[in-house]
């Protein structure tokens, strides 16, 4: 009972996990129409970016969206597969 009504106020784990990934989501989705309109070669060019942004002490976290973007971007044109 007690577990029920906690559930409804919080949500459930699951829930709540989505609620903050959400905002990453959003932010990954809104870039799409500029990764797409990359050529491979420019791709290439993003990922040693993010290296060099990492090497000058970016966080994973400082790259985290426009990487997601990129990854998802590459898998959908080699695997036919758009991600998340």
Known sequence: MYKLLIRKIF????E?????LQPYASAINELEPHI???D???IRVKTAEFREKLN???TLDDVLIEAY????????RT??????
Do not use: P, W, Y
């Open 11 to 14: 949500g459930t784990k699951n």
């Open 36 to 38: 797409k309109k990359l």
């Open 16 to 20: 709540r996990d989505l609620k903050k």
């Open 69 to 76: 973007a990129v990854v998802r971007e590459v898998a959908k």
């Open 40 to 42: 491979n070669n420019q």
């Open 79 to 84: 695997i036919n597969m758009r991600h998340f």
């Open 56 to 58: 000058q002490g970016a």
